[in-house]
């Protein structure tokens, strides 16, 4: 029986912390350590990425990949385009620098996905800290009565009580149209990539999970 995938999507050069997924954490490159939590679970984990010290690495720790283009503009549309071959309906992925979330937190989410199959799109989020009101690395988010993301901001507003994490889940024939679908402004200008998917009237169905420390976006997350 073929295991479930979870992608991993991963560039080297991140701008605010350059080759973060390939740091050593307590002696484990970050990347490696989210593959591991995967396999945890019973699922397998696929990289993707079109950066070669990536694929290098994938390999290196045997490691399933996917080659994809070199320049994306988000992780979402990273994945959409290696996915034609996969036979699944629910297209799972996971942010590289989600150090923190742990194989519960990943469990927890997919039976989730799994009891909610009328949906369309899920993400994970979390309540908010009174620390990460100030801080714009962190995506704050509004949720109605259904569960459903409303907004998304980076500056805090009253009402956005939630973080997101970064772990989605999507049917296949949403996230396969996902270049497609009409540019967000708001996406480019605040580089939160949820937001194509709200100004294209995608719904997305979100599950809060308390107490998730934030993703690593710079080397000062290490030290938190």
């Known amino acids: 029986m073929k295991k479930e995938k ?3 999507p991963a560039r080297y050069k991140s701008k605010r912390f350059p080759g973060k997924l390939l740091k050593n954490i307590n002696g484990i490159p970050m990347l490696l350590s989210i593959a591991k939590k995967v396999e945890k679970i019973g699922f397998l984990p696929i990289i993707v990425t079109g950066d070669k010290i990536i694929i290098n690495f994938a390999k290196k720790n045997k490691i399933s990949y996917l080659k994809s283009k070199s320049k994306h503009i988000s992780g979402m549309s990273r994945v959409s385009e290696v996915i034609k071959k996969n036979n699944s309906q629910i297209i799972y992925i ?3 620098d989600e150090l923190f979330l742990s194989e519960k937190h990943i469990k927890k989410f997919v039976e989730y996905v799994k009891r909610k199959k009328k949906n369309n ?3 994970l989020l979390t309540k908010i800290k009174e620390i990460d009101k100030n801080d714009l690395n962190v995506v704050k988010c509004a949720v109605n009565q259904k569960n459903e993301i409303i907004d998304f901001s ?5 009402k956005y009580n939630y973080k997101c994490v970064g772990l989605f889940a999507f049917k296949k024939d949403v996230l396969s149209k996902y270049d497609k679908l009409n540019k967000s402004k708001k996406e480019l ?5 949820q937001f194509k998917l709200l100004e294209n009237n995608i719904k997305i169905n979100s599950l809060s999970i ?3 420390q934030n993703s690593i976006n710079s080397k000062k997350d ?3």
Do not use: S
């Open 121 to 123: 799109c899920w993400h």
């Open 154 to 158: 980076r500056k805090y507003k009253k």
């Open 222 to 224: 290490l030290e938190a």
């Open 94 to 96: 996971l942010f590289g």
């Open 189 to 193: 200008i605040m580089k939160v990539e």
């Open 210 to 212: 308390d107490h998730i």
């Open 6 to 8: 979870i992608y991993i």
